[in-house]
């Protein structure tokens, strides 16, 4: 089968045999594969990975023969969990500590032609959820475990900083919660996606209010960003760090504890509430997707997806 | 009156009228005050202090003739809010954006004679509790503060970073809480004053566990302490950031945001629990106590407060 490869910062094709799946594993045959941010960094390099990536997917499950997901068109949650520790029996398969991650660390991405996940790990697309929107199910996950971690009232104020991939879902997502988003970006076509689910939105980087928000989201990717999320938080408010920043970023501790601001992490989430708002219909997806390419030209896509003013690139068999 | 003032880095006496106090407040006579790091950073030059420092003290409420605090011996909440903001309303003059704070803001210190304070700022010392007890009170509610930001349940595993001052009111007042505290220092004698009150306590720098706790709190007063809290937290973990460090702070943002670490900012607390504390007899501050001046020799106490070794240092009039 046909294999998306990263190593020493080059995209390259292989031809791969087709995996065989273990026992509680499926085979799933990829129909639509989409390319995040964390694709482009383990291909700069940031990780010293080498090997398949791709953990944004939807496909069929096409064995072992006498699985219930046999014919079923599936996203997986990305995060393989030993299955055995504490947090794993807590449900945080997420955090375990020997965990793999499709397509990141030591499991197989989804940028070829077949790949494996546990059975445990899929969910079904839900019907009349169009595959290249269930494409996003992985980042609107993480989208959502903003609310699985942060208490956000009906109608509260948010702001959300950056328009890139993540902003624009974590800005949907929380409008479709039910707060009132400001989204701040520096392009005013993707600042349009997120304004045409209700988001307020304001462009470029001057003016940012100060201590104007109980709860800021920070999905910039930059420290810049950061710094910004700190002066535009209330005291006693809440920054959720959404974007990895590689590198030490330098804080301003002393604004953080004067004003007792929360900081809390926050990375993937869970599955089912992304699917049950795909199935809402309440968010706008398909200004998000800005090309699409074959396997066979993913050079071409991770050279694309790395342009500017360029959001979402899928890749199909 | 005899009055200690701080400017370009230097202390010295000044004789200043008694104070007048405005309506609503009281005319306080110092029994006695306790050095704090504040005190300190302000004399060192952080803030462009200039003025009366000192916001630990316990007086004798002496005016006015018709006040209900009149002849009773008090402590004070430092923070004196706008009492008209939202923050007020809500019981948070600690975070009123026009709030004054004793000794530290705009309003004149405890290091003198006499102080005013607003009478809703007083609470009485609790019978049986020595004075030289009581100046601990607002350092108390500052490691007290950090039970109302963050749930920490009986039992529960607590490191605390740092065997200062503030470090060791939050390990004593944590594990009277009911944690079982562990308190990492580097100076044996202060570690046995948290042994005392039953913390378990780690002595030097090395072989700090990594993700080992569920929640940290970080009171070295240095950056390299707020890097080992973030390595020694589990994944989904809090940090209670307690010791304001100066200039930005390099944190490993990666890491928080990839084992969504939360990083809660803490500073002043409410009185009342700390009295609570302070009357119940858990808490060992006799060997906290390192040194006592009269106010004549603030300096040397002054001197005395940044040794090496030294912990609480009190001035008497």
Not at 9 to 20: F, N, T
Not at 94 to 119: D, S, W
Not at 244 to 264: L, P, S, Y
Request: net charge positive; aromatic share 6%; hydrophobic share 45%.
């Amino acid at each position: 089968m046909l294999s998306v490869h990263i190593a020493d910062s080059h995209v390259s094709l292989r031809r791969a045999p087709r995996p065989l799946p273990k026992p509680g594993y499926a085979l799933i045959r990829l129909l639509v594969g989409g390319i995040c941010n964390t694709d482009i960094e383990l291909l700069r390099g940031y990780y010293g990975f080498a090997g398949r990536p791709g953990h944004e997917f939807v496909g069929v499950v096409e064995a072992p023969a006498d699985s219930k997901w046999l014919g079923k068109t599936v996203v997986g949650e990305i995060n393989l969990g030993c299955g055995k520790c504490e947090r794993c029996a807590a449900g945080l398969e997420r955090h375990c500590a020997r965990r793999t991650v499709l397509g990141i660390v030591k499991h197989p991405g989804a940028f070829a032609e077949y790949l494996t996940l546990p059975e445990r790990n899929l969910y079904a697309v839900p019907r009349g959820v169009p595959i290249e929107h269930a494409v996003f199910t992985e980042p609107i996950a993480a989208a959502c475990e903003i609310l699985d971690q942060v208490k956000i009232a009906q109608g509260a104020e948010v702001a959300v900083l950056g328009d890139g991939k993540l902003g624009l879902l974590c800005a949907q997502v929380l409008q479709a919660h039910g707060a009132s988003v400001q989204l701040y970006g520096r392009h005013a076509e993707k600042l349009r996606i997120a304004a045409g689910t209700g988001c307020a939105t304001s462009l470029g980087e001057r003016g940012l209010p100060a201590r104007a928000y109980d709860t800021v989201v920070e999905a910039t990717g930059s420290a810049a960003g950061f710094a910004s999320a700190i002066r535009m938080t209330r005291p006693r408010g809440t920054i959720v760090a959404k974007s990895t920043v590689h590198g030490n970023v330098e804080v301003d501790m002393a604004r953080v504890i004067v004003d007792e601001i929360t900081v809390v992490g926050s990375r993937c989430g869970r599955f089912a509430p992304a699917l049950q708002l795909l199935r809402s219909g309440k968010l706008r997806l398909d200004g998000m997707i800005s090309a699409e390419y074959p396997l066979s030209e993913a050079e071409a896509a991770f050279a694309k997806a790395q342009e500017r003013g360029v959001i979402k690139v899928l890749l199909r068999p």
